[in-house]
């Protein structure tokens, strides 16, 4: 089993700046990716980006340029730089860590709000 802990969420005005962070623990040596997903208001959890321990990364195309994920994998922990914040970025973000037999974690959630 793994466990996730998310922390850095809040409120910000449009053009502001956040950061993410989740911390795995348990059986971490069986991560391969970790990443981030959102869920806004009625609408379905989407991806926001990913990276394998690799460093390899994927990015959702309405973040690109804009957010930057980044793992410890010493400290098993992974990061999301969130910058030029828009209202439309307000959502629950989830953390995920995904294991070499493809089961998926989560994390409980940390809301970010984007509004002035």
């Known amino acids: 089993q793994v466990q996730l802990v998310e922390s850095g969420g809040g409120l910000v005005q449009p053009g502001g700046s956040l950061r993410l962070s989740c911390a795995a623990s348990?059986?971490?040596?069986?991560?391969?990716?970790m990443g981030w997903y959102r869920q806004a208001p009625g609408k379905e959890r989407e991806l926001v980006a990913a990276?394998?321990?690799?460093?390899?990364?994927d990015y959702a195309g309405s973040v690109k340029g804009r957010f930057t994920i980044t793992r410890e994998n010493a400290k098993n922990t992974v990061y999301l730089q969130m910058n030029s914040l828009k209202p439309d970025d307000t959502a629950v973000y989830y953390c995920?860590?995904?294991?070499?037999?493809?089961?998926?974690?989560w994390g409980q959630g940390t809301q970010v709000t984007v509004s002035s």
């Open positions: 995920n860590a995904r294991n070499l037999l493809e089961k998926h974690y």
């Open positions: 348990g059986a971490t040596i069986t991560i391969d990716a």
């Open positions: 990276i394998t321990r690799g460093g390899t990364t």
